[in-house]
């Protein structure tokens, strides 16, 4: 007698399992991975943008002008964009007064690759820090607005504190 030798069907369903299980886990947690890493763009940008504002400022004793191609506080972008535009965000400048200021940057802008739409992040002249998240896909993520911090990972709102 010849013994046939091979896989069962019950031993490849198994093994079928197993994979769809693993990558049941695993699959949202990259995905979550890579939004994280996306998270960085904005906020750098914020930093960076704080620092040129306050130059700005030293120069002109106003933040009113900021903001503008040609000034020492120039919209940051992606090469071959317009100003402001980024891989992920949008970085606009909506309040400019004598001496305040409020920047912000709106992942999943127009112009921008959608996968953050909804987070905003804000940062003004007192170095306040805040997160907004107003709807998809972010919210279904699992990430929260934060009136405190720019929030980085999920889980994080302004009811638990959570990490930011």
């Known amino acids: 007698m010849q013994r046939h030798s091979g896989f069962t069907l019950i031993e490849l369903m198994v093994t079928i399992a197993i994979v769809a299980i693993l990558a049941a886990v695993a699959i949202p ?25 306050e130059l700005y400022f030293q120069d002109n004793r106003t933040y009113v002008g900021a903001c503008a191609a040609g000034t020492v506080a120039p919209l940051p972008s992606n090469p071959g964009s317009p100003a402001g535009v980024l891989k992920y965000f949008q970085v606009t400048c909506p309040v ?33 820090r805040t997160t907004t998240v107003t709807g998809d896909p972010v919210y279904s993520a699992g990430y929260r607005g934060n009136p405190n911090c720019w929030v980085a990972k999920k889980g994080a709102d302004a009811s638990n504190n959570g990490p930011c």
């Open 29 to 53: 947690n990259y995905t979550d991975y890579l939004r994280r890493g996306k998270l960085v763009e904005g906020t750098s940008a914020l930093l960076a943008m704080r620092t040129k504002m």
């Open 96 to 128: 400019l007064t004598a001496t305040t200021y409020t920047i912000q940057a709106a992942g999943g802008a127009p112009g921008t690759d959608g996968t953050l739409g909804g987070l905003t992040y804000t940062i003004d002249q007192a170095n306040a």
